[in-house]
């Protein structure tokens, strides 16, 4: 299994009562009554090193993702500290996977500019770029970006027709799309990896989205948040069922999964040391983005509405997750939380039941400080990451969704 | 969603326009002169009101694209407000309607003042229920697709736990039923939002003094959706518009205050009709 560091970019010194005082972490958060300067500096800097030092402690890979007007990950475009990580992977790892999983083509209103920033890190980083394509978030897209709601999806696939075919197109086009207009596409850079880098879908597990991510052969990737004891049977049973149905093989390498991580030398001991911030993150991040902002009248088609009134079951604990505890939220592994012994058999344990060939770990989140953090991922590094790596090993399966790199041709 | 009592009976006409790109439903009741009503974001319904003008009118109502029951991809085929205008505008002219009445609420509302301006010999009277369309920004209107489902009632209604919020937004008892009619009504909010997203402001104070037809607006004076200055606002705008506020009512004077609502819009359309 390959095993990268995920982290997003909260501002870490939220009020510890901000749960409680019904404010969203999205969208309207007020910023300057939150935010100190320095804080937010601190939030960055403390972001960004503990990425490199994941680099440095052996991940696989190191992953960011597109986050706007969000108080839990300060993320407006990841490609900006992805282009850091492009240049630490040159010059200090250069088998590892930058993975940024995702800019959204629902979202945005510059299709070319994606392709041409994915194409950037591509070349910048040696051909070492995962390009994630997620739909993106409702509120996102449609309220911070004033995408309508019901041209969300209609968008992304438009999107990413223009992105492929400016990767692909021998020939300058001209594109004459219904959501964009380009008098002459001709992008340079194009991607180093031939005929493009490999492709990782971050989803909630629509069954549509599943499909069309099989048919066009990327990967699937989904997160730990809502409790996977409470989700996962669901959303991968789908999967893999819709994968038979379109005749693909079950290569776990198809399916990335995000878990947050906890671990510590006991299970008592990471309960006590990180409990709190756990419990704090999760009720001030996701737990504080109202429900109806996740669909947007018209972001779900009329069938998808009537599906989810019927069965809501997709979304776990999204419903209760301001207020869950950390003993909840172990229970559901929407963390996974120990000893590194209980770490590693809890992950393996769900990977091999899930299939699951690229695994993505959070190790900070909320205000989990710096030094706790550093000291999350050497541990996660040093005890459970060799063990993970193991997992697929060797097995009939390849990781058709890994980047390919490129050999250094010209001598400087 | 289009619930008629037992009493009247609903046509449904289905009206292909755009070239045979799109299916226009239009449903109609009532006999008599012909009303053209424009229902409001969350789709059409036959409230007491409607059943009402039916007894006197010709009530058509066309319903968005998406928004008619059994077709919620027809949507897909409309790219934006100016196309959704000329489909509306032929969809009439196919109908064989002489210079109609058009009575908008909200969303309707501002497509009723779309389709008087661009087409200004195309009605007869025109009559805005508490429309959308232009903007203050000392007076916002309230993105009511990004507000929280229980919320809704505080937003519409002048008084949020009164019988006519009560029956508009309660949702059927039996669970199936329910969710259907809850799906139906979301994906109406979402298909009129393409029109008007993400500021219901689409340039129609340049095109207001366009509409030449008699025009009459009303508005709840307690409106929370789209303030009262909004009546000023239209009735300054459109030339010799007359403007009724009433009060204690919210954004839908037609469930709110459906007495005085209809004794104003009958009164007026009565008035255009030369005497016979």
Known sequence: ???????????????????????????????????EPAKAFDSYRWFVDE?????????????????????????????????????????ERPEAALIVLGRSLGKTREPLRIAEEYAMLDCLSGGRLVAGLPVGLSYDANLNNGI???????????????LMRSWTSPEPFTWNGRYSQYSLVNSWPRPLQKPHPPIWVPGAGTPGTMAWTLENGYAFV??????????????????????????????????????????????????????????????????????????????????????????????????????????????????????????????AEFAEEFRIGNLLVMLQMGGMPHDLTLRNIRLFAEEVLPHLQELWRGGEWENEWWPAGIAQTVEA | MSRGTPSLEIEERVVPVGDGRVELVVQVAGSGPPVVYLHPAAGLAWDPFLERLAAEWTVYAPQVPGTAAGRPDAIRAVDDLWDLVLLYEEALR?????????????????????????????PGGLVLLDAIGLWREDAPIVNWVATAPEQLGALLFHDPEGEAARAALTP?????????????????????????????????????????????????????????????????????????????????????????????????????????
């Not at chain 1, 309508?148 to 223009?162: A, I, K, M």
């Not at chain 1, 001991?269 to 756990?278: S, T």
């Open chain 1, 51 to 91: 990425l490199l030092a994941g680099l440095r402690a052996g991940f696989d890979g190191v992953a960011v993702t597109e986050h706007g007007q969000t108080s839990y990950d300060m993320t407006p475009n990841p490609n900006l500290p992805a282009a850091i990580l492009a240049n630490a992977i040159r010059e």
């Open chain 1, 148 to 162: 309508p709601p019901v041209e969300t999806r209609d968008r992304y696939r438009e999107s990413h027709d223009l």
């Open chain 2, 172 to 276: 059927p008892e039996d669970p199936d039923a329910a969710a259907v009619a809850i799906a139906a009504t979301t994906w109406a909010i979402g298909c009129t939002a393409k029109f008007v997203w993400p500021v219901p402001d689409k340039g129609l104070v340049k095109r207001l003094h366009r509409i030449e037809a008699p025009t009459l607006v009303v508005w709840g004076r307690e409106d929370r959706l789209a303030p009262a200055v909004y009546a000023e606002e239209f009735g300054s705008r459109i030339a010799g518009a007359r403007v009724e506020v009433l009060d204690d009512c919210g954004h839908i004077p037609q469930l709110e205050q459906p007495e005085k609502t209809f004794a104003l819009v009958s009164e007026f359309l009565w008035q255009q009709r030369p005497a016979t």
């Open chain 2, 94 to 122: 196919r109908l064989g309607l002489e210079r109609p009445d058009l009575i908008g609420q909200s969303f309707g509302g501002m497509l009723a003042c779309e389709l008087a301006a661009t087409f200004p010999k195309l």
């Open chain 1, 222 to 347: 989904y997160l730990s948040w809502f409790g996977p004891t409470l989700t996962a049977h669901r959303i991968f049973d789908r999967f893999w069922d819709i994968a038979d149905r379109h005749g693909k093989p079950r290569n776990p390498y198809r399916v990335g999964f995000v878990q947050s991580v906890v671990v510590s030398e006991t299970d008592e001991a990471a309960e006590e040391e990180y409990g709190r911030y756990v419990e704090r993150a999760f009720r001030q991040g996701p737990g504080s983005v109202p429900l109806h902002y996740m669909g947007l009248p018209g972001y779900v088609d009329i069938r998808g509405v009537e599906a989810i009134i019927r069965d809501p079951g997709d979304f776990g604990l999204a419903a209760t997750l301001r207020r869950a505890t950390f003993r909840e939220l172990a229970d559901t592994r929407s963390v996974i939380a120990g000893s590194p012994e209980t770490v590693r058999r809890q992950i």
């Open chain 1, 1 to 35: 299994m390959k095993v990268s560091l995920f982290q997003q970019a909260p501002y870490r010194f939220m009020p510890e009562d901000f749960e409680e005082r019904g404010e969203p972490s999205v969208v309207s958060t007020p910023y300057d009554e939150l935010v």
